[in-house]
Nanobody
Protein backbone atom coordinates (compact mmCIF):
# COMPACT_ATOMS: atom_id res chain seq x y z
CA UNK A 1 0.00 0.00 0.00
CA UNK A 2 0.98 3.59 -0.62
CA UNK A 3 -0.29 6.54 1.35
CA UNK A 4 -0.32 9.97 -0.26
CA UNK A 5 -0.60 13.21 1.68
CA UNK A 6 -1.19 16.55 -0.03
CA UNK A 7 -0.53 19.95 1.46
CA UNK A 8 -0.28 23.56 0.39
CA UNK A 9 -3.85 24.40 -0.50
CA UNK A 10 -5.56 27.54 0.70
CA UNK A 11 -7.26 30.77 -0.25
CA UNK A 12 -5.61 33.05 -2.80
CA UNK A 13 -6.70 36.01 -4.87
CA UNK A 14 -7.00 35.69 -8.62
CA UNK A 15 -3.59 36.13 -10.17
CA UNK A 16 -1.85 34.71 -7.12
CA UNK A 17 0.18 31.56 -6.65
CA UNK A 18 0.14 28.40 -4.57
CA UNK A 19 2.45 25.42 -4.37
CA UNK A 20 0.95 22.03 -3.64
CA UNK A 21 3.04 19.19 -2.29
CA UNK A 22 2.41 15.46 -2.25
CA UNK A 23 4.45 13.01 -0.23
CA UNK A 24 4.18 9.24 -0.49
CA UNK A 25 4.82 6.73 2.25
CA UNK A 26 4.49 2.99 2.54
CA UNK A 27 5.44 0.83 -0.44
CA UNK A 28 7.76 3.40 -1.97
CA UNK A 29 10.71 1.24 -2.95
CA UNK A 30 9.65 1.65 -6.57
CA UNK A 31 9.07 4.92 -8.38
CA UNK A 32 5.54 5.72 -9.48
CA UNK A 33 3.99 7.80 -12.19
CA UNK A 34 2.44 10.73 -10.32
CA UNK A 35 -0.54 12.84 -11.25
CA UNK A 36 -2.56 15.79 -10.01
CA UNK A 37 -6.32 15.89 -10.49
CA UNK A 38 -8.96 18.33 -9.29
CA UNK A 39 -12.64 18.23 -8.62
CA UNK A 40 -14.94 21.22 -8.28
CA UNK A 41 -18.41 20.92 -6.69
CA UNK A 42 -20.84 19.22 -9.05
CA UNK A 43 -18.16 18.36 -11.60
CA UNK A 44 -16.23 15.27 -12.59
CA UNK A 45 -12.71 14.76 -11.34
CA UNK A 46 -10.40 16.08 -14.05
CA UNK A 47 -6.78 15.65 -14.99
CA UNK A 48 -4.45 18.59 -14.26
CA UNK A 49 -0.85 17.41 -14.68
CA UNK A 50 1.26 14.27 -14.55
CA UNK A 51 4.90 13.26 -14.46
CA UNK A 52 6.18 9.84 -15.40
CA UNK A 53 8.48 7.93 -13.07
CA UNK A 54 11.99 9.26 -13.52
CA UNK A 55 10.59 12.54 -14.84
CA UNK A 56 11.11 11.77 -18.53
CA UNK A 57 7.58 12.79 -19.54
CA UNK A 58 5.37 15.59 -18.28
CA UNK A 59 1.78 16.25 -19.26
CA UNK A 60 -0.64 19.12 -18.65
CA UNK A 61 -4.27 19.87 -19.21
CA UNK A 62 -4.48 22.58 -21.87
CA UNK A 63 -6.11 25.11 -19.54
CA UNK A 64 -3.15 25.08 -17.12
CA UNK A 65 -0.28 25.01 -19.61
CA UNK A 66 2.07 27.93 -19.02
CA UNK A 67 0.62 28.58 -15.56
CA UNK A 68 1.15 25.32 -13.65
CA UNK A 69 4.36 23.35 -13.28
CA UNK A 70 4.63 19.78 -12.00
CA UNK A 71 7.96 18.62 -10.64
CA UNK A 72 9.48 15.82 -8.63
CA UNK A 73 11.13 16.37 -5.30
CA UNK A 74 14.46 15.04 -4.13
CA UNK A 75 12.74 12.40 -2.05
CA UNK A 76 11.40 9.48 -4.04
CA UNK A 77 7.71 9.73 -4.91
CA UNK A 78 7.40 13.36 -3.85
CA UNK A 79 5.74 15.66 -6.33
CA UNK A 80 4.89 19.35 -6.42
CA UNK A 81 2.43 21.46 -8.36
CA UNK A 82 3.39 25.11 -8.68
CA UNK A 83 0.30 27.08 -9.64
CA UNK A 84 0.73 30.64 -10.89
CA UNK A 85 -1.73 33.16 -12.31
CA UNK A 86 -4.58 31.37 -10.59
CA UNK A 87 -8.09 31.95 -11.87
CA UNK A 88 -11.44 31.49 -10.10
CA UNK A 89 -12.09 28.49 -12.35
CA UNK A 90 -9.02 26.76 -10.86
CA UNK A 91 -10.81 26.50 -7.51
CA UNK A 92 -11.34 22.86 -6.57
CA UNK A 93 -10.15 20.09 -4.32
CA UNK A 94 -6.80 18.96 -5.69
CA UNK A 95 -5.80 15.33 -5.43
CA UNK A 96 -2.45 13.65 -5.82
CA UNK A 97 -2.42 10.18 -7.35
CA UNK A 98 0.15 7.44 -7.95
CA UNK A 99 0.33 4.76 -10.65
CA UNK A 100 2.58 1.72 -10.64
CA UNK A 101 4.51 1.96 -13.93
CA UNK A 102 5.33 -1.75 -13.89
CA UNK A 103 1.74 -2.79 -14.45
CA UNK A 104 0.90 -3.99 -17.96
CA UNK A 105 -0.52 -1.58 -20.49
CA UNK A 106 0.03 2.03 -21.57
CA UNK A 107 0.17 4.96 -19.19
CA UNK A 108 -3.14 6.75 -19.72
CA UNK A 109 -2.05 9.70 -17.63
CA UNK A 110 -5.33 11.62 -18.06
CA UNK A 111 -7.56 8.87 -16.69
CA UNK A 112 -8.39 8.71 -12.98
CA UNK A 113 -8.84 4.96 -13.36
CA UNK A 114 -5.14 4.64 -14.25
CA UNK A 115 -4.07 5.49 -10.70
CA UNK A 116 -4.11 3.00 -7.86
CA UNK A 117 -3.48 5.35 -4.97
CA UNK A 118 -5.02 8.68 -4.03
CA UNK A 119 -4.50 11.33 -1.40
CA UNK A 120 -7.27 12.88 0.64
CA UNK A 121 -7.20 16.13 -1.30
CA UNK A 122 -6.39 19.73 -0.49
CA UNK A 123 -8.76 22.63 -1.06
CA UNK A 124 -7.77 25.49 -3.37
CA UNK A 125 -10.00 28.55 -3.28
CA UNK A 126 -9.46 31.47 -5.65
CA UNK A 127 -11.25 34.73 -4.98
CA UNK A 128 -12.04 37.10 -7.82
Amino acid sequence: QVQLVESGGGLVQAGGSLRLSCAASGRTFISYNMGWFRQAPGKEREFVAAISWGGASIYYQDSVKGRFTISSGNAKNTVYLQMNSLKPEDAAVYYCAADNPHDDGPYNYWAPSQYEYWGQGTQVTVSS
